[in-house]
Nanobody, 129 residues
Framework: QLQVVESGGGLVQPGGSLRLSCTVS????????IAWFRQAPGKEREGISC????????YYADTVKGRFNISRDNAKTTVYLQMDSLTPEDTGIYYC??????????????????????WGRGTQVTVSS
């Protein structure tokens, strides 16, 4: 079974940085499309970034574009989310996820929560003074 596990969350001051990691296991394909979601208190879970070999460029939500960077290691077993210039509005539980169609381009699935069926348990990110 495909499995994803998040790590790297914590408490950071506004303007600070964190790097989240998503370790992917249990796949036999060359790569698996991976997206990052976050859920702030009282809000819907939203897709904020996605990486796939089927897209010319990674996907970023407008709220994080220019501040967050998604990347994949050379072994294709870990996906990172580098988060810079963090604000209190970035606070929430961050999840990585793989879609039902594991090779689906990010643009084809629109980084919508219903397209993803493999989820980590989340890692808490708190941005506060």
């Amino acid at each position: 079974q495909l499995q994803v596990v998040e790590s790297g969350g914590g408490l950071v001051q506004p303007g600070g940085s964190l790097r989240l990691s998503c370790t992917v296991s249990g796949f036999t394909l060359d790569y698996v499309t991976i997206a990052w979601f976050r859920q702030a208190p009282g809000k819907e879970r939203e897709g904020i970034s996605c990486i796939s070999n089927g897209d010319p460029l990674p996907y970023y939500a407008d709220t994080v574009k220019g501040r967050f960077n998604i990347s994949r290691d050379n072994a294709k077993t870990t996906v990172y989310l580098q988060m810079d210039s963090l604000t209190p509005e970035d606070t929430g539980i961050y999840y990585c996820a793989a879609p039902r169609l594991m090779l689906a381009p990010c643009g084809a699935i629109r980084v919508g929560v219903t397209a993803f069926d493999t989820w980590g348990r989340g890692t808490q990110v708190t941005v506060s003074s």
